[in-house]
């Protein structure tokens, strides 16, 4: 991709429900076009293991934002030198948790933590600075609303929850936990969508403007390649 004629860096800003294949897309698409990839939802899943961590219940939401501001956040890639795959690491004061953030007693925590306004407006501030002077590719669910507002590419992707339930359930499996059922699965991703959408700090919205994009009929693949071709024609 020619950016010669860019004379700032480029962000793009992609939104959008669990499961609806933002991670993998976008992590896809930086590596190819040399990004930094930033999940913000793996930074509010650190968030609820603070929380865990240190005892706190989530009626303290002053103590966990306040432990939140004071961890040091990391992510980065990780190449495995036999099968050349690469996975995104998230360290958390130092430590790897990139397994813990993804334990179902953390997928339980996350909605509640994530619907913090302190929390919120902490994490925001650490994803802002992460952006700075840097070509990024950053997920989550208020990017283009409220941290990279400026956003040069905005997109909202989603898909049915159907499709979006066999695929998180795929990653349970994949993860060893095969006892939970599908409509287990279905449940929590409604009442994660319950949530997201209708919290009162930076709800889950398409903003105007954003492209929507529905990967429910499209492979990851074809979704990934389909938004290049996007920012190839806008840097025409």
Known sequence: ?????????????????????????AKRLAQELGFLY????????CSAVIALENNLSMEEEERIAGATDEADIEMYDRRNLETGEIT??????????????????????VPKVAAMAKVRAVL??????????KDVIMEGRDISSVV??????????????EERTRRRLLQYRERGNGM???????????????????RKSDPLRQVT????????????????QMIAVKLKSMLK
């Open 38 to 45: 930033v999940d913000t939802g793996a930074m509010y899943r």
């Open 1 to 25: 991709m020619d950016k010669t004629q860019l004379t700032k860096p480029l962000h793009i800003a992609i939104d959008g429900p669990v499961a609806a294949g933002k991670g993998t897309i």
């Open 209 to 224: 403007g954003a492209w929507l994009l529905d990967t429910t009929n499209i492979g990851i693949e074809e979704a990934a």
């Open 180 to 198: 939970i059922s599908y409509e287990e699965v279905k449940a929590e991703l409604e009442s994660r969508d319950e949530m997201d959408l209708n």
């Open 148 to 161: 990279l507002p400026n956003a040069d590419l905005k997109i909202f992707l989603t898909a049915d929850v």
């Open 124 to 133: 925001v501030k650490k994803q802002q600075k992460i952006a700075v002077g």
């Open 88 to 109: 995104t690491v998230v360290e958390l004061n130092g430590a790897d948790v990139t397994e813990r953030i993804r334990l179902r007693e953390i997928d339980r925590l």
